[in-house]
């Protein structure tokens, strides 16, 4: 099947749900894949209200980046 080969290619993890029921259950679903795919860097990535009854398809990549810089910033320099 096309989820089968997607996953076995591509490594996707692919998922059916119902938008038209369950569209706001489907949105914390989704983020909290979000969230535990980055280590809790990224939550709540769908906002209220961004998905509804007329949902067809979300797709949604995530990674997580960490790594050392070879120059450190000047933190007399560096601000918020």
Known sequence: ???DLTQ?????????TD???A????KKQINAWVEEKTEGKI???LAE?????????VLVNAIYFKG????SFNK?????
């Open 8 to 16: 076995k290619f591509y490594h996707a993890e692919l998922e059916q």
């Open 43 to 45: 939550q709540n990535l």
């Open 23 to 26: 569209w706001e259950e489907s």
């Open 1 to 3: 099947s096309f989820i």
């Open 68 to 71: 050392n810089w070879d120059s």
């Open 76 to 80: 007399e320099k560096t601000r918020e």
């Open 19 to 21: 938008f038209i029921n």
């Open 49 to 57: 209200g961004i998905l509804n009854t007329q949902t067809r398809l």
